[in-house]
Structures are given as structure tokens and as C-alpha cells.
């Protein structure tokens, strides 16, 4: 498969299990936003063909000789990352994700012999060094469990860094695969969550997933009433958008983190900072170590991802539905349905 083109069955060989590897049977992979960007080439630079996928729930097959976490039968889930060089100070700091050298992505990355394409969920196996492979509990829907592996560490992270007050006012910016995450997990930290929609029809699921009150942001009056309102926003937008209108929503040394990656940013006026002596921040997934502190979070709040599970053959279809903002809220492979 080349950049853009349908994706189709594709045959890829997994390394042999090394003595730190665990072989995952795959049972589901999440269908995330960022699968669409890289499959269409939005960030460009894009190894093809590509197998994507990073939201991955399995089981262990076969564990390496010196493997002392898991043990065949275990339940696992595997995310964004799979390597990183594991010295540097991201690494040393358990942010593998920002690792200086680059960390080795699920899929449409090199290993670190930096000429091994690596190959993501979409499959029936992957091959991942224990490190970098999640515990995941059986008391949870295992299909709803894999979109936490990116969209539920990709909000979750940046509520642990930035939303410091016990109650923190709190704008979810796009209720999608991340935006319903966010809204879900900030709920039951305790924050007031407010969901920030261009969809006048998701109000109704924003409340019934933990909202305390939903913004159709295109209205008449939504300025007026989202004026300096919150702490902190989560922009988990997928398309090109006004940033700066959104700063405005924020109240003084608010902080606005950039979650979303459309392919191209709009221009931010520096009276937009200014004015409210804001702040922008990024944050990308999240390190290893505090992927199991979500996981184990959100088994001991009962969360789970809203999912609407599919075959592997109707992938191209469910890619479609989510380039038109047509999923609550996220898409769920079977990998059972893989031949
Ligand atoms: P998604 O399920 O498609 O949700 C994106 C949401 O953005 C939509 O539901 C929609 O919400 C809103 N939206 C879409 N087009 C819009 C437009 N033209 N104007 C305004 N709002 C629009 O996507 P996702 O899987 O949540 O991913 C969201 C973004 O985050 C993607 O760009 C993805 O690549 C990125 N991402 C980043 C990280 C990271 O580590 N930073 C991790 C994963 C994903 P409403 O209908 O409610 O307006
Ligand atoms: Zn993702
Ligand atoms: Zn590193």
C-alpha cells in the first residue's frame, strides 16, 4: 500500500522472540485518528507500505527466556511506542515518547537499527520487548480496554501535568476518540468538564459521558459564555482550526495543550497570548510507566472507551466514517476477523 491508497491484506514477518520479547496474539486494535494521518502521508515522511495501528490488545503466545513480567496466557495491551535507547534523560525520566534519539513508533518507524520498518496493530502478532508492553486487566470489556492505549494516555497525561487543582475547570476541545477519553477521565478525577463541540448532536453523549456542560462552539453566544471560563483545555482537534478565538476561553495563566495534529497549523496571533498571559503546551501520548498508571485508573474507575467494533474487512469503511466525524467514538478492530 502507497500513501493515501485503500489499505489491503499484507503479509509482514515478525522478528523471533529475543530473550526480553513477548509475542502477542492480537484480539483488537483501535482505530485512531492518527492511523488516518499517516495512511493519507499528513505529516509526511511516511514508511509504506504501512501497517498501522497503536491501540493493541492481545494475548501473550510466547515470552522470551529471560521475560519475568509476563507468562503465556497474560492479557497486554502495547501502545504509540515499542523502543527508545532507555539513557537519555526522557528515558531516564520514564517520557520514552520523547526520547532524544527518537523513540521506535508501534508502526511507521525504524527500530533501532534505524532500517527496520516497524509494523503496527492491524495484524494477527507483534513482537515487543517486555519494557514496553502494558498489563491490562480482565475485569474490563477488552474491546473498549485497546483505545486506551493512545487516546486514553493521550488525555490522561497532560490532566495529571496540567490540571493541578483538586477541581480544575476544564474545556475538552472535539468530542471524538480523545475528546471522549478526556471527558471520562477529567469526570472522574473530579474536575468540572465542560465539552467545547462543533456537532450540535453530540450534546446529549457529551453529558451522558461525564460532562458537566456542552458548548456548541459555533453559536451566536458561545464567546460570550466561554469568555475566560477555563484552567485548562484539552485541543484534541484533528482539522485545521482557530487557535487563538480558543485562548480566549481561558481564564488568566490558563493553560491550552495542543493534542490533535492536523496536517497544517493556523496562524496564532501573538495579542491572543498576550491578552490573557495564556499558555500553549504540547504532549504526545505518554511515557510507559504512566500508561499502566492509566490502565490501572481507569479499571478501578470502570472506564472504558465508547467502541463500535468492526471486521478487518471493513476497515476502509470505518476509515471513510471517521475522516466525515462519523463514529461514537472510536473504532475497534476484531483481529479474530483477519485471515
Ligand atoms: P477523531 O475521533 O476524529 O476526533 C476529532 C474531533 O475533532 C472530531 O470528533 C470533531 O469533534 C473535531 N473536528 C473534526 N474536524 C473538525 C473541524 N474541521 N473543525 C473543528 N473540529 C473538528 O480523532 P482522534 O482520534 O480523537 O484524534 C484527534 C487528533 O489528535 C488527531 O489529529 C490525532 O492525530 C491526534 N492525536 C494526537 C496524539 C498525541 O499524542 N498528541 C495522540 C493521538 C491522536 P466535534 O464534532 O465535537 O467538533
Ligand atoms: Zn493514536
Ligand atoms: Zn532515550
Keep these: 500500500m502507497q500513501a493515501a491508497a485503500p489499505l489491503q491484506p499484507y503479509s509482514v514477518e515478525r522478528r523471533e522472540v529475543g530473550p526480553h520479547d513477548v509475542r502477542i496474539e492480537i484480539l483488537y486494535c483501535g482505530i485512531c485518528h492518527s492511523d488516518l494521518h499517516q495512511v493519507h502521508d499528513d505529516w509526511k515522511g511516511g514508511i509504506y507500505p504501512m501497517v498501522p495501528g497503536h491501540e493493541i490488545i492481545g494475548r501473550v503466545a510466547e515470552v522470551g527466556a529471560s521475560v519475568h513480567r509476563f507468562q503465556t496466557g497474560m492479557l ?76 486514553g494516555i493521550t488525555t490522561f497525561s497532560p490532566l495529571k501535568r ?19 477519553m478526556a471527558v471520562k477521565i477529567a469526570a472522574a478525577m473530579g474536575h468540572e468538564v465542560c465539552m467545547l463541540s462543533t456537532s450540535a448532536k453530540k450534546a446529549a453523549d457529551a453529558k451522558r459521558l461525564g460532562a458537566h456542560d456542552f458548548v456548541l462552539t459555533t453559536d451566536a453566544d458561545a464567546e460570550r459564555r466561554l469568555r475566560r471560563r477555563f484552567d485548562l483545555i484539552l485541543n484534541t482537534v484533528s482539522a485545521p482550526h482557530d487557535v487563538g478565538a480558543a485562548l480566549n476561553y481561558l481564564d488568566l495563566h490558563g493553560t491550552m495543550v495542543i493534542l490533535g495534529a492536523p496536517p497544517h497549523g493556523t496562524q496564532l496571533h501573538p495579542g491572543a497570548l498576550i491578552g490573557g498571559a495564556t499558555q500553549v503546551a504540547g504532549s504526545l501520548v505518554g511515557g510507559i510507566k504512566q500508561t499502566q498508571e492509566m490502565l490501572d485508573f481507569c479499571a478501578a474507575h470502570h472506564l472504558t472507551a465508547d467502541v463500535e467494533l468492526c471486521g478487518a474487512d471493513e476497515v476502509n469503511t470505518a476509515f471513510a466514517r471517521l475522516r466525515k466525524n462519523d463514529v461514537k467514538y472510536r473504532f475497534v478492530i476484531d483481529m479474530q476477523t483477519l485471515n
Excluded: W
Design 76 to 151: 497486554t495491551g502495547v501502545g504509540c511506542l515499542v523502543d527508545s535507547c532507555r539513557s537519555c534523560g526522557p528515558c531516564q525520566q520514564h517520557e520514552e515518547q520523547y526520547c532524544v534519539s527518537g523513540c521506535v513508533m508501534t508502526y511507521n518507524s525504524y527500530e533501532r537499527d534505524s532500517k527496520t520498518p516497524t509494523f503496527g496493530g492491524y495484524s494477527k502478532q507483534v513482537v515487543v520487548d517486555e519494557r514496553y508492553v502494558l498489563q491490562v486487566s480482565d475485569k474490563l470489556e477488552l474491546s473498549a480496554v485497546a483505545p486506551l492505549l493512545c487516546a
Design 162 to 180: 496540567f490540571a493541578t487543582k483538586p477541581k480544575s475547570r476544564i474545556g475538552v476541545m472535539g468530542l471524538g476518540g480523545l475528546g471522549h
